[in-house]
């Protein structure tokens, strides 16, 4: 646990008197650890307008059957619910309280046994009614009343359902898991392995079982006890910078042998964290900002929109970690190489969430550029529950295809690639960071989202971290993002390591994209999104081949001159990207164990036409002709959780259909045709209740 000493209170903060005018302007490149600022808000959808509210939906009823003679919670899943929508129950109105836009509870008195309608009233609209059961039958649920665990260990608990009336029809779902956990539904066991921040916390976790005939539901209590206690990071320095909006903290993060080797344990390392005084009341995003290669010192750079956290990896380990047997011995066979560096950035991560209650920890994300750009990946994906958002560049992302000096160098904290030091698990330290891996193997990486920019003519990182085969694998990491379907908007140009592309300059990909402070698209840890695959508007990066204009170099790969148009030696568009302009509306997510919803479009907005032939467009304008073509598959759902070969119905405007949730419960649906006005992509578990609701 951590504690809040040396933090500045907000009543102290109240009376500083502060020029809040002016805003800071960062430089870009390789080792700008800052980043650039939050981008301003997107404009308004503008004729366009906003979605709809969704249809007034009633899908399921919960507990069916209730139990009769006593008083009863009823918990309604749908969608188009609102604030004012009200439970009606044989002609009376029940006290509700309003969820979500899918979710709504309702208190009953005690009734007798028999069917009741239950309808919901929204406004002068109700919805179509369905039946309540009283004082039937129904399965029961065998659980404790609760599971405790120490960090890092794991715990798996069997779930159990009996007086099931069709066995062949019960399906059991779990809500409101703690983040890392994970559900296998057909062996009906709950896993989780919690990581040391998040000791002394607790969730409830409901589970819901129906037989085909009754639903029920009971809950029981996740307990992690706070067993691995590093020491916690001191406020050393405040500084109060006038116009910036924001306050910088300098911390002291003390190590022990948890945080550091036994060698190196009880060394300092500075961080330095920057926090907005005008806070909303729903809090402000996290942002962690990994700095390059050669940094001295910890990022400064605040905003006045988000809490920044600038950790430091002064020995350049790429942020992963280090040998246990350094100091003293070098890395040498049947050794170990943790994960060190990770453990010391989610230390300050966790300290932050703990002390400052304006931190929304559902909307963390991690930054970084060329080293702090692998960085970004490795964590964002390998502790994917901590994190909302990826935004990583100029990162290579396969370890063991770093150039040979780099390899040199990371031979001398992780050990030769070949001797295979441990990472953890079993896995070697080289393999830990071979991300189109970790998305093959982790259903927790693959529902990350990343945005991702690399340069054609970088010769520091060249374009093959993005196109170059894995030996583990025999994918790059775009065809693993693509092949497994996963959130990802990547863009190249024939830009440098940090240095802009000579004919589009920076930032030509989008004049909107913000899932972080934007109005759509937006990116939460607990909520769903659709991840957008093979794209009818995807540019071609090329497959990692040559074109002729450059011979390969092991250093630069086919980098030409960055200050030459056009010379680049890789194949491919000399530009372009991967889902580009294809948008979802954050709030129009409705996610139930009955049904998944989110409006989709294309973003069709300003911009200019291409500089020059075979370049791409600037901004947001789209050139080629509406509807796009594009598979979209939900990811991060929090209750619409799929068992490997379910069919799944699924509807989008007219368009009707099915499909089957692959091995690892995901589904796919293929070539939606997207348009510049927004439609509902809604799944259901029965084709019949798609055809009769729509």
């Known amino acids: 646990m951590l504690s809040c000493s040396g933090l500045v209170s907000r009543a102290c903060l109240s009376v500083v008197s502060l020029i809040l005018a002016g805003c800071y302007t960062g430089l870009s490149g390789a ?34 059957p209730a139990p009769g003679g006593v008083a009863f919670d009823l918990h309604l899943t749908g969608a188009g619910f609102t604030r004012s929508s009200v439970v009606v129950v044989a002609g009376q109105e029940l006290p509700t309280t309003f969820v979500s836009g ?7 008195g005690p009734r007798k046994r028999g069917e009741y309608p239950v309808f919901v009233r929204r406004d002068d609209e109700d919805s179509r009614p369905l039946t309540l059961a009283v004082d039937r039958s129904a399965p029961r649920i065998l659980v404790p009343a609760q599971v405790e665990v120490d960090e890092d260990t794991e715990v798996g608990l069997a779930i159990d359902v009996v007086d099931v009336a069709d066995p062949a029809a019960l399906r059991v779902h779990l809500l409101g898991l703690p983040p890392g956990a994970t559900w296998d539904e057909p062996t009906r066991r709950f896993s989780f392995t919690p990581d040391f921040t998040q000791g002394g916390d607790t969730w409830t976790v409901t589970v819901l079982a129906h037989d085909g005939e009754s639903r ?106 280090y040998a246990t047997s ?85 031979s001398g904290w992780w050990g030769e690639p070949e001797l295979d030091l441990d990472g953890g698990g079993g896995l070697a330290a080289w393999d830990h960071m071979d991300l189109t891996r970790a998305l093959v193997e982790s259903s927790e990486a693959r529902d990350q989202f990343l945005f991702l920019k690399h340069g054609k003519d970088d010769p520091t990182i060249h374009f093959g971290a993005a196109v170059l085969p894995s030996a583990r694998t025999g994918e790059s990491f775009y065809a693993a993002l693509q092949q497994l379907h996963v959130g990802h908007f990547a863009v190249w140009d024939e830009g440098g390591h940090g240095i802009a592309d000579p004919v589009l300059g920076d930032g030509w990909w989008t004049g909107s994209w913000s899932p972080i402070h934007g109005d759509e698209a937006t990116l939460r840890r607990d909520r769903a999104f659709p991840a957008f695959t093979a794209s009818s508007l995807d540019d071609d990066p090329g497959v990692g081949a040559g074109n002729g204009k450059q011979d390969w170099s092991d250093n630069a790969g086919f980098a030409g001159d960055v200050d030459v148009p056009g010379d680049t030696g890789w194949e491919g568009a000399v530009a372009g990207a991967i889902g580009r302009f294809l948008r979802w509306d954050g709030a129009s997510v409705v996610d139930t164990v009955d049904r998944l919803q989110f409006a989709l479009r294309v973003h069709a907005g300003d911009g200019s036409n291409p500089p020059a032939p075979g370049y791409p467009s600037e901004g947001d304008l789209v050139l080629a002709e509406l509807p796009a073509y594009v598979d979209v598959t939900p990811r991060r759902t929090q209750a619409f959780r799929c068992r490997p070969g379910e069919r799944i119905a699924w509807a989008f405007g007219k368009a009707r259909g099915e499909v089957v949730a692959g091995p690892d419960g995901s589904v796919t649906i293929p070539a939606l045709p997207l348009t510049d006005t927004w439609t509902t992509l809604v799944l259901r578990r029965s084709l019949a209740v798609i055809t009769a609701s729509h």
């Open 216 to 321: 029920v539901e009971t809950t029981f209590d996740v307990v992690v006890r706070d067993t691995i206690r590093p020491p916690a990071p001191e406020i050393i320095d405040t500084e109060f910078l006038d116009g910036s909006g924001y306050v910088r903290y300098t911390l002291s993060q003390w190590t022990d042998d948890y945080l550091d080797s036994p060698g190196y344990a009880g060394r300092e390392f500075t961080a330095k964290i920057m926090v907005p005084l005008e806070v909303p009341p729903e809090g402000v995003p996290v942002r962690v900002g990994l700095h390059g290669f050669a940094t001295a010192n910890p990022g400064g750079t605040g905003s006045a929109s988000e809490i920044r956290i600038s950790p430091h990896d002064p020995d350049n380990t790429y942020w992963w970690g």
């Open 326 to 410: 350094l100091p003293e011995n070098p890395p040498a066979a049947g050794g170990a190489a943790p994960d060190y560096t990770v453990r010391r950035i989610l230390h300050l991560v966790e300290y932050v969430l703990r002390n400052y209650p304006e931190a929304d920890p559902t909307r963390v994300h991690i930054y970084g550029s060329s080293m702090g750009g692998a960085g970004a990946m490795v964590i964002g994906l390998l502790r994917a529950r901590h994190f909302a958002y990826v935004d990583a560049r100029l990162g290579q992302a396969i370890a063991r295809n770093h150039r040979p000096g780099r390899i040199t160098q990371l």
């Open 31 to 64: 080792n700008d650890e800052s980043g650039p600022p939050p981008p301003p808000p997107p404009a308004s959808n503008g004729p366009l307008g906003v979605p709809e509210v969704a249809p007034l939906e009633l899908d399921a009823l919960s507990p069916d």
């Open 102 to 108: 899918g979710e709504l509870h309702a208190h009953s």
